[in-house]
Nanobody
Framework: AVSLVESGGGSVSPGGSLTLSCEAS????????MAWFRQTPGNQREGVAA???????KYPYSVKGRFTISKDNAKHILYLQIDSLKPEDTAMYYC???????????????????WGQGTKVTVSA
């Protein structure tokens, strides 16, 4: 069975950096499309970074320049580096995967078939 396990969350001061990891296992195909989403209580899930089957990254304007998604295909680990953290980055962060995702749906959660349980990031002074 497919498993996605996030780690690396924690409490960080504003301006700090954090790297989240998502260990993937159980896929029957190579290089799935993957993404990071975040969600706060009462709000919709928001896509913050996506990487396609070829390794091309995409970010929404709201986080561009501060978030970096990368993938170690050999180790089957997805990363999200977050720099210049802001209090509004506080959320539960989830990793998601699918066989393929149309470019226009990279930040549409319903396009992904597999999800991790999340790792919490708290940004406060």
């Amino acid at each position: 069975a497919v498993s996605l396990v996030e780690s690396g969350g924690g409490s960080v001061s504003p301006g700090g950096s954090l790297t989240l990891s998502c260990e993937a296992s159980g896929f029957t195909y190579k290089n799935p499309a993957m993404a990071w989403f975040r969600q706060t209580p009462g709000n919709q899930r928001e896509g913050v970074a996506a990487i396609d089957n070829s390794g091309a990254a995409k970010y929404p304007y709201s986080v561009k320049g501060r978030f970096t998604i990368s993938k170690d295909n050999a180790k089957h680990i997805l990363y999200l580096q977050i720099d210049s953290l802001k209090p509004e980055d506080t959320a539960m962060y989830y990793c998601a995967a699918a066989f393929a995702v149309y470019e226009g749906r990279r930040f549409d959660g319903s396009a992904y078939t597999h999800w991790g349980q999340g790792t919490k990031v708290t940004v406060s002074a």
